[in-house]
């Protein structure tokens, strides 16, 4: 257990910090947008731009939204709300892979590995507007 701890720690403290540091493959994000297309556009829409009462997920109006927090609060909210008629359905490792989806189409650089599903690292990972 200790040794899990500590490997948990030493991943966590070498995470990027920003979703500009390349956090998600693009192997994970085509996974992503496939689980995207299954569960969410009915929702949100084919172009990620929001369905009546639910939010765009492209663009501004995600920016706005998420700046300033972390990739695990995305996912973490993904994970218990989505999709709204059965929260809780989709896995962690999907809500994951549909965040790599939504980093890549808000334009955030794929880099060689994919996001980690572990929320010590997601934390550490930060929505940041292009500097």
Not at 12 to 27: D, K, L, R, T
Not at 34 to 50: E, I, N, P, S, V
Not at 56 to 77: E, H, I, M, P, T
Not at 97 to 123: C, R
Request: proline residues 5%; aromatic residues 6%.
């Amino acid at each position: 257990m200790k040794l899990f701890l500590l490997v948990t720690l030493a991943a966590a403290a070498a995470a990027p910090h920003s979703v500009w540091e390349g956090v998600y493959s693009a192997e994970q994000a085509g996974r992503g947008k496939k689980a995207y297309l299954a569960d969410c556009t009915r929702c949100h829409g084919d172009m990620l731009a929001g369905v009546d009462d639910s939010p765009a997920l492209v663009g501004q109006a995600f920016l706005k939204k998420w700046n300033g927090k972390s990739v695990a609060r995305l996912v973490d909210l993904t994970r218990r709300t989505m999709p709204t008629d059965g929260p809780g359905d989709l896995s962690r490792e999907e809500c994951t892979d549909i965040t790599a989806y939504l980093l890549q189409v808000n334009g955030f650089p794929a880099g060689k590995d994919d996001l980690a599903s572990d929320a010590a690292i997601l934390k550490q990972i930060m929505i940041e507007p292009k500097k």
